[in-house]
């Protein structure tokens, strides 16, 4: 890879009411990619909030969707600004700037502590919770000469190596991205370092205050480290753990991936030797980590030029009587096993703006669900409409 700059992938909101965009992403069926296609189809969030309910039953929900009460989104506010915290924007200048080029950011995020730490170039470093004695303190060592290049460490805050790696890198400011709310502090051992990393870094979260971290809710929060790295490294982890997953998302957004060589008697190591089969790079020092991001560093951010995202997303919609149509072929096409948006559209030779309208309908309705990889599954097999 070799990268100057990333593009923005979506319409930036700085200019947006953050009521607004609160109440939109608090809405129940509406996730970041669901969210942005709104924002492309609508122009501004709060003329979504008024097309929800009627794309809803577009979709086939009986009792049209409602949105997220304005009051609760106030509420929500008001706890965050009490709380010390405050919301960022997707777009704003105080958002991570490598965040911005994922495929699904998320619209908003609160943070508390010193944003300051993700101006400059940030690596992600993750790990078992069950970590070896040996593997936390390599982790912490690290983090401690990678946070001494100028460079901030990522990391989530969990038992074992992410502890390590937020403690080795606690003098010279780390960033932690959490699966709950932003004062939930999880897993609850690690309540002091929490309290350290508010006065001497910061503290990121896209779910809503108070929220208790769910299972679901750590993929997004993984997705988050690696979106704003340079690269991620992985010191150790089983060949089904939370850090191959984060990994994967660097990989899929093209940062570099780096792996720490271990045993193979040990399950703790399987899964950073596969990924070093895989094309990882291998890591010894923090010198291997250094030298392989030396090519993406001071990258720049390039913001997509204006688009008329409402119009143009109009104009490829056709009428009710003609979605009707559509809606039946894509249905066709759906089951409950993931399927790339893109293998829809050519199968079913349709406009890519017609399959995301039918699509974004479906998902409103709560009968579709997004996987990774812009894939779509049906919450349930619909046999009695496509028969």
């Known amino acids: 890879m070799?990268?100057?700059?990333?593009?923005?992938?979506?319409?930036s909101l700085a200019a947006e009411n953050t009521l607004d965009v609160l109440q939109l992403i608090r809405t129940p069926n509406v996730?970041?990619?669901t969210f942005f296609q709104l924002i492309r189809?609508?122009?501004?969030?709060?003329?979504?909030?008024?097309?929800?309910?009627?794309?809803?039953?577009?979709?086939?929900?009986?009792?049209?969707?409602?949105?997220?009460?304005?009051?609760?989104a106030q509420k929500e506010m008001e706890a965050v600004e009490t709380f010390?915290?405050?919301?960022i924007l997707y777009g704003a200048p105080d958002y991570p700037k490598l965040l911005h080029a994922i495929s699904d950011p998320p619209p908003l995020i609160t943070v508390?502590?010193?944003?300051?730490?993700w101006k400059g170039d940030i690596v992600a470093m993750v790990g078992a919770r069950n970590a070896s004695a040996n593997g936390c303190q390599f982790a912490a060592r690290l983090a401690k000469e990678i946070s001494e290049s100028r460079l901030s460490i990522a990391s989530g805050l969990a038992r074992g190596i992410d502890t390590f790696v937020h403690k080795g890198s606690l003098a010279?400011?780390?960033?932690?991205?959490?699966?709950?709310?932003?004062?939930?502090?999880y897993p609850p051992e690690n309540e002091a370092l929490y309290k350290q990393i508010r006065e001497t870094g910061v503290i990121v979260s896209e779910q809503p205050f108070s929220a208790i971290p769910y299972s679901s809710a750590f993929p997004g929060r993984n997705r988050i480290i690696a979106g704003m790295s340079l690269g991620t490294v992985v010191v150790e982890a089983s060949l089904k753990s939370g850090s191959l997953i984060t990994a994967r998302f660097a990989t899929e957004n093209n940062r570099e991936v780096f792996a720490v060589p271990g045993s193979p008697l040990d399950p703790r190591s399987r899964g950073c030797n596969h990924l070093i089969k895989q094309g990882a790079n291998m890591v010894e020092s923090a010198t291997d980590i250094l030298q392989g991001i030396a090519h993406l560093r001071n990258i720049t951010l390039e913001e997509n030029p204006p688009m008329a995202y409402a119009s143009d997303y109009t104009a490829a919609t056709p009428d009710n009587n003609e979605l009707g149509a559509t809606r039946r072929l894509i249905l066709e096409k759906l089951g409950t096993t993931p399927v790339a948006v893109d293998e829809i559209i050519e199968q079913c030779q349709i406009p890519a703006q017609v399959a995301l309208t039918i699509l974004l309908e479906l998902e409103l309705a709560g009968r579709l669900k997004?996987?990774?990889?812009?894939?779509?599954?049906?919450?349930?097999?619909?046999?009695?409409?496509v028969a």
């Open 41 to 72: 189809r609508f122009g501004a969030a709060a003329e979504a909030l008024a097309a929800l309910p009627e794309l809803s039953v577009r979709g086939g929900r009986r009792q049209a969707l409602i949105p997220c009460p304005r009051e609760a």
């Open 172 to 185: 010279t400011g780390t960033i932690a991205v959490i699966a709950g709310g932003i004062d939930n502090i």
């Open 370 to 385: 997004r996987s990774a990889g812009n894939k779509v599954y049906l919450t349930e097999v619909l046999t009695e409409e």
């Open 31 to 33: 996730g970041p990619v």
């Open 2 to 11: 070799n990268f100057s700059s990333f593009s923005m992938q979506y319409p």
């Open 84 to 87: 010390g915290a405050r919301i």
């Open 112 to 117: 508390i502590g010193h944003v300051h730490l």
